[in-house]
């Protein structure tokens, strides 16, 4: 599993790098910071329901706290929330291809022109078991991770503050039941006079 999560971790940087190019930033611009940072790799598998049409949450609704997130998936159980209609949406299973969900660390960075991607997993029922294999890039443990400034003007301010993993595995062992993502948007509130 060494040479493939190496391997993850090169197809990371490379998604990464094309992604800052498409916010107009240069595509090196953190890639330091991502190359010694923290990857973590998620292996789940959830059982079928046997003899039944519901759907069990798997894993409950929730954005990953990474820049990205790689994912891998052997069967249908993926779902999105699309921030359109406000409905969980079915991800189709394209055998061998890889998706990529952007993550908090991503929406911070972009000052929200990218958006963390609320998702869940389901299990329905079927015979298949589903598996799915998640590569997630972040930075290193304490890195303070701000919106890039080239991105905040005086039409579109800053957005959110900085952040690190620290701040959300701390947030995740208080129990919030609000999105990580959510605890560290800046709010405007003008008064009124």
Known sequence: MGNC??????????????????????????KAEIEKGVQMVAINSYSPISGSN?????????????????????????QVMDKNDKKWK???VIKGALLVLVGDLWEVLSNGEYKAVLHRAIRTSGNETRLSIASFQSLEMDEILEPAMKLVNEDHPEQYRGCCLRDYLKHRASGESKPFV????????????
């Open 5 to 30: 999560t190496m391997e993850m971790r090169k197809l990371s940087i490379q998604i990464c790098g094309a992604m800052m190019e498409s916010l107009d930033l240069e595509a090196t611009y953190l």
């Open 54 to 78: 519901m759907k069990i949450i798997g894993a409950s609704q929730h954005s990953d706290f990474s820049v990205i997130t790689l994912l891998l998936q052997s069967s249908l159980g993926l």
């Open 90 to 92: 079915s991800v189709p």
């Open 182 to 193: 959510e605890t560290v948007k800046i709010t405007n509130s003008a008064t009124i006079q």
